[in-house]
């Protein structure tokens, strides 16, 4: 397998408006994420993910642009990015930025010129269509609720948006268009950006003709996702894009792409195949909604099936393609309260869950704050939410349907995209140090207890396990290049797996309970020597390593020679 820098890196993902404010204004910017780049240089990360910085509107936080090449008055001006860029060359740590080209915000000048006419020269840049018997073109469901079309009074057509109204989807059939974009990703290139994070860039692909999805049970809405992920030219506009901008550059590329398979994953990151170098999929984010519904139906994790979907992974894409690692990011609550125990057992549960994530095969993501255990927040009233997929679901959910308000911030206090937006906990101070002012959103009121200056200092915390974890990514080989073989299979509690590279085996064992259950070796591989690596509870050397009793949520990592 070919070394390559970015399989060998840990990137931190910044969501700017959370992560430090430097103004006083309550809005995260980019002085306030300069300003703390000597913390991200202590917990040893090379690549920090910026959500998107560019000139929006902020129907949803960012990721409706209206200028790709101008910086959102909110987080300052380019001189302040530029800074921001040099200052993290500066201490080793390299950029990628995040791509938004499915769609644009409406108020992008494309999107005002192409909504002026049919004639006009921009019309083709977006997808716009004739209604259908006085209805929409299709019955395809809005990722964010209602219709995917919007009616336009001016022209009488529709235009397609996958996401909210105001983020209308760029038609990439339209070679000028990819043309502008792909001048767009040379503009930051150029300016020293070391890759590009790409947003649900398995969409930007539509079945011609936009047919109505299947929909037996008759709803008003469905889900046409079989229409526009992983469609018929992806990789031919991804082989192109490829071929024009990003084999030019020595950069990181991933591709956020909701519903791959490990068989499509090899396809879209294949060396030889010349389009990206990961993927993102969702597969083990789905594990705790119930099968066939949206993610608001919750359900327990049963661990076999966590089991299943990584191995999965791993295996599926062993010496094909390569992994992005993550539990967390902008639109995932947070795993110590979703897969962890954010009570009685946070930093040990925490410590567990990055140990079990940063042993296996591929690049790790770590989200701002999962380095020092932030949890889940439960805000009084859906007024005090911001995240426009909350709002519209309980708008639907409790005002169309009639559902019972408690029933619903249930599910938002376990995986709305606000658990983690709530802003960095630096310290004890008001506001957790986040900002002077008052804060977009609020503050969790647990910062008191959980926060950075805390974790900094306390040798024994979650932030100091994280900083162990990459420096061992660092020291052995084995944890980014070894082969993965998974142990115990149908147990439900412990997740045991290998790591072998050579005549070099680790051995990773992690209890994802609170129960105490008896870890058995039994023969299943020769050995001489073992060395714990790393755990998260003291470990007595001298005891019987094939038969021991684990603590709860206890993780360990020997190595065998």
Request: glycine residues 6%.
């Amino acid at each position: 397998m070919e070394r390559k820098w970015w399989k060998e890196s840990v990137v931190y993902q910044i969501y700017p408006r959370s992560f430090m404010d430097s103004n006083g204004d309550g809005i995260g910017d980019i002085k306030g994420i300069t300003s703390k780049l000597d913390y991200l240089k202590e917990l040893g990360i090379n690549v920090v993910w910026l959500s998107p910085v560019y000139q929006s509107p902020n129907d949803d936080n960012g990721y409706d642009i209206s200028d790709y090449q101008n910086i959102m008055d909110e987080f300052g001006t380019m001189e302040d990015w530029e800074e921001m860029l040099a200052e993290m060359h500066k201490r080793g740590i390299k950029l990628m930025m995040d791509l938004v080209v499915n769609h644009t915000s409406d108020e992008h000048a494309w999107f005002v010129e192409s909504k002026k006419s049919k004639d006009n020269p921009y019309r083709d840049y977006y997808i716009w269509r004739p209604g259908k018997n006085g209805k929409e073109p299709s019955n395809w469901e809005s990722a964010f609720s209602g219709s995917t079309w919007e009616y336009d009074e001016t022209t009488d057509e529709y235009f397609l948006h996958i996401f909210s109204k105001k983020q209308p989807d760029v038609n990439w059939e339209n070679p000028t268009v990819r043309r502008e974009i792909y001048d767009m990703m040379k503009f930051w290139l150029d300016k020293g950006v070391d890759g590009f994070r790409m947003d649900v860039i398995n969409f930007i692909s539509k079945v011609e003709g936009y047919p109505d999805a299947s929909n037996p049970e008759g709803k008003k809405y469905v889900s046409g996702h079989e229409y526009f992920m992983n469609g018929p030219r992806i990789h031919e506009f991804l082989n192109e894009m490829n071929q024009e901008v990003l084999s030019k550059y020595d950069i990181i590329t991933v591709g956020e792409m909701p519903g791959v398979t490990p068989e499509q994953g090899i396809e879209y990151t294949a060396e030889d195949r010349n389009e990206l170098q990961m993927v993102f999929q969702f597969e083990h984010m789905d594990l705790d909604s119930q099968p066939g519904q949206n993610k608001w139906a919750l359900k327990p994790l049963q661990l076999t099936d966590l089991k299943k979907s990584l191995t999965k992974w791993q295996k599926g894409l062993e010496g094909k393609g390569w992994n992005s690692l993550y539990w967390n990011n902008h639109d995932q609550p947070r795993i110590v309260s979703r897969f962890g125990n954010d009570r009685e057992y946070r930093e040990i549960s925490a410590k567990m869950l990055a140990t079990c994530l940063h042993m296996m095969q591929g690049t790790p993501y770590i989200y701002q704050g999962e380095e020092i255990g932030m949890t889940n927040v439960k805000f009084d009233t859906i007024d005090e939410y911001k995240d426009i997929e909350t709002l519209n679901m309980y708008k639907e959910k409790v005002h169309e349907n009639g559902e019972a308000p408690e029933k619903v911030m249930a599910s938002i206090y376990t995986k709305g995209r606000d658990n983690a937006r709530t802003p960095i906990q630096w310290d004890d101070s008001e506001n957790a140090g986040f900002t002077t002012g008052t804060p977009w959103i609020k503050v969790n009121p647990n910062y008191k207890q959980i926060n950075a200056k805390q974790a900094v200092e306390d040798p024994n915390s979650i932030f100091h396990y994280y900083k162990t974890l990459i420096e061992l990514r660092r020291k052995h080989d084995i944890i980014v290049y070894g082969t993965y073989d998974l142990l115990l299979d149908n147990d439900e509690q412990i997740y045991t797996y290998t790591r072998t590279l050579g005549d070099e085996k680790l051995l990773v064992i992690c209890n994802f309970t609170e129960e105490t259950p008896q870890f058995e070796l039994k023969n299943r591989f020769e050995f001489t020597n073992k060395e714990l690596v790393t755990s998260n509870y003291n470990v007595n050397l001298d005891e019987d390593f094939h038969s021991f009793k684990l603590r709860p949520y206890e993780a360990r990592v020997y190595k065998l020679t």
